[in-house]
């Protein structure tokens, strides 16, 4: 299974961005996924997570801005991130589970610039 996540970039405060976790395989009905980021210096922070039956959760910091959403059909996993903070600049990586072998997707790098 490959991951490929996508969207990362540059925004100002309070803008939006949309991250893309794609899957080579139909796996998302079947497994947990996640969105994790991390900044130098510091361990990699869960973000938002989805079971496979639509569960989610999110880190506090980051609840009433982002959320976590899936597409079946076109494999994909998607994090809508609104009301960007400077503090939410990171490398930001999507990760799922499937029979509890774990999957990690490149990081795509979003900056928030204030």
């Known amino acids: 299974v490959q991951l490929q996540a996508s969207g990362g970039g540059l925004v100002q405060a309070g803008g939006s961005l949309r991250l893309s976790c794609t899957a080579s395989?139909?796996?998302?009905?079947?497994?947990?996924t996640g969105w994790y980021r991390q900044v130098p210096g510091k361990q990699r922070e869960l973000v938002a997570g989805?079971?496979?039956?639509?569960?989610?959760n999110y880190a506090d910091s980051v609840k009433g801005r982002f959320t976590i959403s899936r597409d079946g059909a076109k494999n994909v996993v998607y994090l809508q991130m609104n009301s960007l903070k400077p503090e939410d600049t990171a490398v930001y990586f999507c990760?799922?589970?499937?029979?509890?072998?774990?999957?990690w997707g490149q990081g795509t790098q979003v900056t928030v610039s204030s």
């Open positions: 989805i079971t496979s039956i639509g569960s989610t």
């Open positions: 990760t799922s589970v499937i029979m509890s072998r774990q999957y």
């Open positions: 395989e139909r796996i998302f009905s079947i497994s947990g």
